[in-house]
């Protein structure tokens, strides 16, 4: 009886084992990045930092920056959604993300804050879709080399 139910274990494992490879596969390619999530987590990153930093200032210069530069923020959520497999993991990097931005500035006076992130505000207001795109394409090839990139 004891080796039946060890054989039937080992069976079970067995089975089981194709979808954890699966699975450990598709965590592998999440934690790889293309060159297009690159420039879109660092376009994310960046639209993170002016929404904290506008939110603590009262400035209404993230919600310009937003709808300015609407379709180019969607496509770079897409991408992050794509590379993430899901807008549910996408969501909790993004929060994650805002979490962290927020973090950092935790404790200081908002007038502080404000006054460090005086030229980020001036850069969000300057950004227009080609322009952002450019400066997310800059970011993305300064931070390129400490991403692990897909099929290597």
Known sequence: M????????LGTALLQQPGWAAEKAR????DCYTENAIEAEQAIRFLTDVMVVSSTCQDTVYAEFRLRNRDAI????KAMIAHFHGAP???RWNTSIANQSSSKRAGQPS???CQQA??????ASALD???FHAFA???????GPQYPKCGR
């Not at 965590?27 to 999440?30: L, M, S, T």
């Open 129 to 131: 879709p080609p322009k």
């Open 89 to 91: 993991a996408f969501d």
């Open 118 to 123: 005086a030229d980020l505000l001036k850069q």
């Open 2 to 9: 004891k080796r039946l139910v060890l054989i039937a274990a």
């Open 27 to 30: 965590a592998a390619k999440a």
């Open 111 to 113: 007038q502080l804050v």
């Open 74 to 77: 969607m496509a770079y959520q």
């Open 137 to 143: 394409a800059a970011q993305a090839a300064a931070a």
